[in-house]
């Protein structure tokens, strides 16, 4: 396989060649834009989900900062610097950002099964 098969069989599991003569019947066929808007949705929700991932670990995560400057040679530390933000105040706004992201995403995987049918492997979002 070369290098262009390898990173389309990451995306696709097919090699570069079935993709193109793929896409190519699509477009023959006049099903392209279909395929487009049900891959641009696709992509929507899975970025949705994994921001909605990403944002919820920092929220279970987030401590105040602290920086330590250490000694080049002996490595020891020569200094901590702590800083103080206000912890519940970003907290809050993370979890609102999530509660309107989680709304995003319900909203796409009602218009993606209403234009293309159930998504493949979609079990259902849950709020916590």
């Known amino acids: 396989m070369t290098k262009l098969d390898v990173n389309t069989f990451r995306a696709t599991s097919k090699c570069y060649d079935c993709v193109a003569k793929e896409e190519s019947r699509l477009k023959m066929d006049g099903l392209w834009d279909k395929h487009k808007e049900k891959k641009i949705l696709e992509n929507q929700i899975d970025w949705l989900k994994d921001r909605i991932v990403e ?34 105040t970003v907290k809050k706004d993370i979890r609102t950002e999530v509660v309107g992201m989680n709304k995003s995403l319900k909203e796409k995987e009602i218009e993606y099964e209403e234009k293309h049918g159930e998504q493949d492997g979609v079990v259902g979002i849950t709020q916590n």
Request: aromatic share 12%; charged share 25%; no cysteine.
């Open 55 to 88: 944002l919820t670990y920092y929220h279970d995560t987030l401590s105040n900062p602290e920086i330590h400057h250490f000694d080049k040679d002996t490595g020891a530390i020569l200094m901590v610097d702590k800083y103080s933000i206000p912890l519940d």
